[in-house]
């Protein structure tokens, strides 16, 4: 199939900071973001602080996106407990007006990258991890490390961050919802291989470098940088590409 747009897809575990990266591209390159058009899925969960429905995602009910299975432009798939789904038509209605861009989760991120019906689609896609593959090699041959569970610890205090700065105090629930997002997280990970590139980065969602100063900062900054380099074309420095056995997660969203 021949389109002509081309699809960017952005992933990476919850709170790894895609949506400030995608907000900083907004802000400080719109020349860029504009061409940029959004990929909006369906999504069972209630929306957070900020979040507008048909912007971030389309907000229904769990019933009305199971309903959608039953369409065969429709892609439906359960996510760290949240039912997601996208439209296969509308998509390519839309890469055939330019490019179209995904930030969300990696078990749709892939899906997009290997789909057999979108075959032919020019794309760029970019994992955002929370650990360098240097760092993960180092922690891989310490011996008492699980890497898993450090991987979970460290996506856990991000996501804490994050939704005590949207809440305050936290509900059962809440605490429910950030441990099954950290838990994720390793899982997650294992998909990376699939993208071109992936970009380490430090500065999750919870980083005051991302908006607290004129420009993004530290970690932030770099992988800003780097990202916008790519939308370019160019071949910036500081991308990784890993290996399919890299790192080996379960099975399952």
Known sequence: MSTLGRL???SGPSCIGKSPLAKAIAQFHPDLYEKLQPLVLYNSRSPRPGEK???DYYFRRREEIEGLREKENFIVME????????????LHG????????????????TTLLTHPKLNGVKRLSVFVSPL???????????????????????MRRKLLRR????KGLLSQKDLEEVERRAKSAFRELSLAHQFEHVIANHDGEDSENWNAFY???????RTFNIFVQLLQGRKPDGTETWKKDFIVGEGGH
């Open 94 to 109: 839309s890469l055939k007006k330019g490019d179209v861009f995904f930030e969300g989760n990696p078990f749709i991120g």
């Open 8 to 10: 960017v897809v952005l």
């Open 163 to 166: 939704m005590q700065r949207q």
């Open 79 to 90: 996510v760290r407990g949240d039912l997601q789904a996208f439209d296969l038509n509308e």
């Open 215 to 221: 420009f993004p900062l530290g970690d932030a900054g």
């Open 132 to 154: 360098s593959q240097q760092e993960l090699d180092f922690l891989k041959e310490q011996s008492g490390i699980h890497l898993e569970s450090l991987v979970t610890d460290v």
């Open 53 to 55: 429905d048909g912007e």
